[in-house]
C-alpha cells in the first residue's frame, strides 16, 4: 500500500478516537483520509463488531469512496464495504462500512434514533455544509445523547478545508487533528480580473488550449454548471477537430453511471482527458490522471425566497476553500498547475468559506423530518440555526400539505416523512395513490425528482410522460435520464402501499397530469392574463411568463411545476409545466378551495360591490353577485378601504395636520413626565386602528368613493377633544406667538420641537428663547433676513445673542444697509420695519 499524508496524522487519529467520543480531522485534497481513516479504524478494539457509517455528499462520491476502499481489501463492494445511495444499495451481510449520502442517514435515524450496532459515524468533507448533512450531524448528536449511554456513539467530522474551531466547539471542544500540506505542490497562473457580465465560456476555452500547449496530463476543468459544460465541449470539438489523443469527458450529477465512469477512469495509453465538471468534482472524488486545473471560480447555488416560497438559481463566486480544495486535484498524483481565471487581487476578495445551504435554501424537507422527530429547531445542535423565516414559510406549506395540524404531525404527514422525497413529491404519490392514480403519480414524482429529461424541447409535461411511457424513443442525449426516472418510479412504485380509498372513473384522462401537479403545487396554479399571452398569475400572488412562445400559451391555466428566476432576469420563468382543468376544484381539489365574501369599492368606478368569491390562494376561480346586504357592510368595506389606501382618503388640510401636531406634542409631553395623559392618540396609526370610533358615524351618506370629500373632517376630528382640552390646546400649543415687534408669528409644528420663523429685527430685546405649553416645550428659532430668507437656526437665543449676532450683523449690514442694525441687539428696540419708529 503506497504512502499516504495522512499516514503521518493515523496514530494521533486513532488515540483521538479512543479518547473522545467526537474527533475533527482537517486534511488537505489528496491526504487519503478518504479512503485510509475508515480502514484504519474498523480494527480498533472499542468499534468491537459495530459498524461504521461513513457520509459523502453526493452520490457519484460515496459509490467511488466504496469502490476504492474495497478495492483496498481485494474485495467486492457489497462485503466488507458496501453503499446505500438513491435508486442503489450494495450491502451484504458481512458489510461493515457503509457508505451513504446525507440524506440516507438521517432517514435511517428516524427509524433508528440510536444507531444500534453502529460505533462510529463519519461526515466526510463536511465543508461543502450540505443541508442533509446539518440536519444528520442534528439528529444524530440528539439520538445518541437520549440513547446511547452504555456505549456511546463516536462522530468523527472530516474535512479538506473547514472552520476547524467554530466545529470544535460544537462538539464539546473536541480535538481537532491536522494533515499538514498535500502530497505534491500546485503551481498557480493567475488571469485577468472578471469584468461584470462577462461570458465566461471563451475565456475556459482559451486557457485550456492553453494548458494542453503548456503542460502534461489529463485537465480537470470546473464549470458552474451543464449549460457552460455543454458550451464549452461544443467548442472545444470544433476547435480540436479530430485530434484522438483528446478526450473530451463531462461531469456532473446527472450523467450515467458509464459516462461518469469515463470522466473517472484513466485517460487510455497515449491520450490526454480534458473533463469539463461542475463543482462535483471538488467532493473526494479522485479523477485519475488530473495534474491541471483550469477554474472558471464559479457555482451555481439554489437559493430559497420565504417571500416567494420559490427557489432560484444564482451564478456566484466560489469561496477561498472551494478554490484551494478545486486546485488540490492537480496535485494528488504528481506536481501540477492551476489555471485560475481571476486576478490574484479578486481572489483576495473572496469569502473565506462557502455560505451553509441550511442558510438559504427551501427547508421544507427539513421541516417534516423535525416534526417527525418530535423536535423544533432550538432544541437541536446546529452549526447554522435553520432561518426563522424560511422555516415558517416550510411548515406553513407543510400546513397546506396535510403534514401538520397546529404543531403535531397527521397520520398523512407521517407517511410523507417516510418516503425518499421533498414534502411536496411526497404528497402527490400518497393522494395520487389514494385516487387510483399511482402508477402515474410515481411517473410524474420520478420527473420532478429528476432534471428534466427534454430540456429546450418545450414546458409541456406531457411529452416527457411519453417518452417515459416508451412510445416514443427518447434522442442520444435524454437516454440517461430516462433510463433513471424509469428507475426512480419503480423505486416509488414499491414504497407505496394499500390500495385506492377513493378512486377516479377516469384515471387515464390527460387532465389527471394536472390534478396530480396541483397536489405537489397548490402555490403555482396559474391563470393565464390575457387569452394567448405568455403571462400567468400564479396563487401565491406571483407572476411567471414562457420566455419562448409555446404550445401551453393555448392553455388558460396550468399547473407550473418547475419555474424561476436566474441573475439579470427580472420575472420568474415558466420551464415546465401542464395544462390544468379548474372543474377539479369542485372535486379532488376541493381542499384547495377557500370562499370569500368581498365586500369593498371599486376604485376605477367609485362604487360598491359586493360579491362571494371562490379562491384558491389569489386566484378567483368563480364569483356571484351578494344580494340583500344592510347598510352596515358598505361602511364596514369603506373603513377597509380607507385602512387599505391610508388617511390621504380623507379630505385633510394644511390646517387640520397643524392641528394633529400640536395635540401629538402635548400628549407625547404629558407622557414623558406622567406616563399618562389626557390627550387621545390622534396619530396616523391610532386613527386607522379606530376608525369604527371615529369616522363610522359620519359615513351613512358616503355612497360613492367622491362623496369623502364632502365630509366635515375638522369637525370630526375636533369632535375627540373632550372639554376643556379644545381651550388647553389654544394656551398650551397656540396656532401663533407673539413677539417683541407685536407681530403675531405663526407655529409650525410639523417638525419637532416646533419651529417659529421670524425676522431677527422682531426678536431685539427678547433675551431667551420662547417656550410653549407653560413652558415645558421650546420653539426653535428660524432666524430671517429682512427678505425672510434664513440667516440662523437656533433653540438658545441668549447664546446666538452673545456669541453669533455680532458675525450675523456684518453681514446683513452690508446687505442691508438701509435696516436698522444695533450693537446691543438687548437694549434695542424691536421692529417689523426698516428702522423702528422715530429714528
Not at 129 to 140: E, F, S
Not at 207 to 226: K, N, R, T, W, Y
Request: charged residues 25%.
Amino acid at each position: 500500500m503506497s504512502s499516504l499524508p495522512i499516514d503521518a496524522v493515523m496514530p494521533a487519529l486513532l488515540q483521538a478516537l479512543n479518547a473522545r467520543n467526537e474527533v475533527v480531522l482537517q486534511a488537505p485534497p489528496g491526504a487519503g483520509k478518504t479512503t485510509r481513516v475508515p480502514l484504519a479504524v474498523l480494527g480498533e478494539e472499542w468499534l468491537g463488531e459495530q459498524s461504521i457509517l461513513m457520509l459523502e455528499p453526493r452520490r457519484l462520491a460515496a459509490r467511488a469512496a466504496a469502490e476504492r476502499l474495497a478495492s483496498e481489501l481485494g474485495e467486492k463492494v457489497g462485503e466488507t464495504v458496501g453503499y446505500r445511495i438513491r435508486l442503489e444499495s450494495r450491502i451484504g451481510p458481512k458489510t461493515r462500512i457503509e457508505v451513504v449520502t446525507e440524506g440516507i442517514l438521517a432517514r435511517r435515524l428516524q427509524d433508528d434514533p440510536a444507531l444500534e450496532g453502529v460505533g462510529l459515524v463519519i461526515f466526510d468533507e463536511f465543508h461543502s455544509r450540505n443541508l442533509d448533512a446539518d440536519l444528520a450531524l442534528a439528529l444524530t448528536l440528539n439520538g445518541r445523547e437520549l440513547l446511547r449511554d452504555e456505549q456511546p456513539l463516536k462522530i468523527l467530522v472530516m474535512s479538506a478545508t473547514l472552520e476547524g474551531e467554530r466545529l470544535s466547539q460544537l462538539l464539546e471542544d473536541a480535538p481537532i487533528i491536522t494533515s499538514e500540506g498535500r502530497m505534491y505542490p500546485v503551481s498557480t497562473l493567475w488571469g485577468r480580473p472578471y469584468q461584470p457580465g462577462e461570458h465566461i465560456e471563451p475565456r475556459v476555452v482559451q486557457a485550456c488550449l492553453d494548458a494542453l500547449e503548456e503542460q502534461s496530463g489529463s485537465i480537470l476543468v470546473f464549470l458552474p454548471g451543464q449549460a457552460e459544460i455543454q458550451r464549452v465541449s461544443q467548442q472545444l470539438a470544433d476547435i480540436l477537430g479530430e485530434r484522438k489523443d483528446i478526450l473530451l469527458c463531462p461531469l456532473h450529477g446527472e450523467l450515467d453511471l458509464s459516462a461518469q465512469r469515463a470522466a473517472i477512469d484513466p485517460a487510455p495509453e497515449g491520450r490526454r482527458k480534458l473533463v469539463l465538471a461542475t463543482n462535483i468534482a471538488e467532493t473526494s472524488l479522485t479523477i485519475e490522471g488530473v495534474r491541471v486545473v483550469v477554474d472558471a471560480g464559479l457555482e451555481r447555488v439554489p437559493r430559497f425566497d420565504p417571500r416567494s416560497g420559490m427557489t432560484r438559481l444564482d451564478t456566484q463566486r466560489i469561496s477561498r476553500a472551494s478554490a484551494t480544495q478545486r486546485a488540490g486535484r492537480a496535485g494528488r498524483l504528481e506536481a501540477g498547475a492551476c489555471y485560475r481565471l481571476w486576478s490574484q487581487e479578486q481572489h483576495e476578495q473572496l469569502s473565506a468559506f462557502s455560505t451553509a445551504e441550511i442558510t438559504q435554501a427551501d427547508l421544507a424537507g427539513l421541516a417534516l423530518q423535525l416534526s417527525r422527530w418530535g423536535m423544533s429547531p432550538e432544541q437541536l445542535v446546529w452549526l447554522d440555526m435553520p432561518p426563522v423565516a424560511a422555516y415558517a414559510q416550510a411548515r406553513d406549506l407543510l400546513g397546506r400539505l396535510g403534514a401538520l395540524e397546529g404543531e403535531k404531525l397527521t397520520r398523512h404527514g407521517q407517511a410523507m416523512s417516510e418516503l425518499p422525497a421533498h414534502p411536496r413529491i411526497a404528497h402527490l404519490l400518497l393522494r395520487g395513490q389514494e385516487l387510483g392514480l399511482g402508477p402515474l403519480a410515481c411517473d410524474v414524482a420520478a420527473l420532478l425528482g429528476e432534471r428534466d429529461i427534454l430540456r429546450g424541447a418545450g414546458a409541456d409535461l406531457h411529452s416527457r410522460l411519453t417518452l417515459l411511457a416508451g412510445t416514443e424513443r427518447a434522442g442520444r442525449g435524454a437516454q440517461g435520464g430516462v433510463q433513471r426516472a424509469r428507475q426512480l418510479s419503480r423505486q416509488y412504485r414499491g414504497y407505496l402501499r394499500g390500495g385506492p380509498k377513493q378512486a377516479v372513473a377516469d384515471p387515464d384522462h390527460p387532465r389527471w397530469l394536472g390534478a396530480l401537479l396541483a397536489l405537489a403545487y397548490p402555490d403555482r396554479v396559474a391563470q393565464q392574463r390575457r387569452a394567448g399571452g405568455a403571462e400567468y398569475r400564479l396563487a401565491n400572488g406571483r407572476a411567471a411568463l414562457f420566455a419562448e412562445p409555446d404550445a401551453l400559451m393555448r392553455e388558460p391555466w396550468l399547473v407550473i411545476a418547475d419555474l424561476g428566476s436566474r441573475q439579470g432576469q427580472r420575472e420568474e420563468r415558466i420551464y415546465l409545466a401542464a395544462d390544468f382543468d379548474p372543474a377539479l376544484f369542485d372535486s379532488v381539489l376541493a381542499e384547495q378551495v377557500i370562499q370569500v365574501d368581498q365586500l369593498d369599492w371599486d376604485e376605477r368606478e367609485g362604487v360598491f360591490r359586493a360579491e362571494r368569491q371562490r379562491k384558491v390562494g389569489e386566484l378567483i376561480v368563480s364569483r356571484e353577485p351578494l344580494t340583500g346586504l344592510d347598510d352596515s357592510a358598505r361602511v364596514q368595506a369603506l373603513l377597509a378601504l380607507v385602512r387599505r389606501k391610508g388617511l390621504e382618503l380623507l379630505p385633510w388640510t394644511p390646517e387640520l395636520r397643524q392641528w394633529q401636531a400640536r395635540v401629538a406634542l402635548l400628549r407625547g409631553l404629558d407622557l414623558e413626565k406622567s406616563g399618562a395623559s389626557d390627550w387621545p392618540d390622534v396619530g396616523n396609526a391610532a386613527l386607522l386602528d379606530q376608525l369604527e370610533h371615529w369616522l363610522l358615524p359620519y359615513l351613512g351618506k358616503v355612497t360613492r368613493l367622491s362623496h369623502f370629500a364632502n365630509l366635515d373632517l375638522s369637525s370630526i376630528l375636533h369632535n375627540l377633544l373632550a372639554w376643556p382640552l379644545p381651550q388647553r390646546l389654544e394656551e398650551q400649543a397656540p396656532h401663533h406667538l407673539s413677539v417683541p415687534s407685536g407681530s403675531s408669528v405663526r407655529l409650525d409644528y410639523s417638525e419637532h420641537p416646533p419651529i417659529l420663523a421670524v425676522r431677527l429685527q422682531e426678536l431685539f430685546g427678547l433675551a431667551d428663547t420662547p417656550r410653549i405649553a407653560g413652558g415645558r416645550q421650546i420653539v426653535k428659532l428660524h432666524l430671517l433676513s429682512p427678505a425672510r430668507r434664513p440667516v440662523q437656526v437656533t433653540q438658545d437665543l441668549a447664546s446666538f445673542w452673545k456669541n453669533t449676532y455680532q458675525e450675523v450683523k456684518k453681514d446683513l449690514k452690508g446687505r442691508y444697509p438701509k435696516h436698522y442694525w444695533p450693537d446691543d441687539p438687548l437694549v434695542a428696540q424691536p421692529t417689523a420695519r426698516a428702522k423702528p419708529r422715530g429714528t
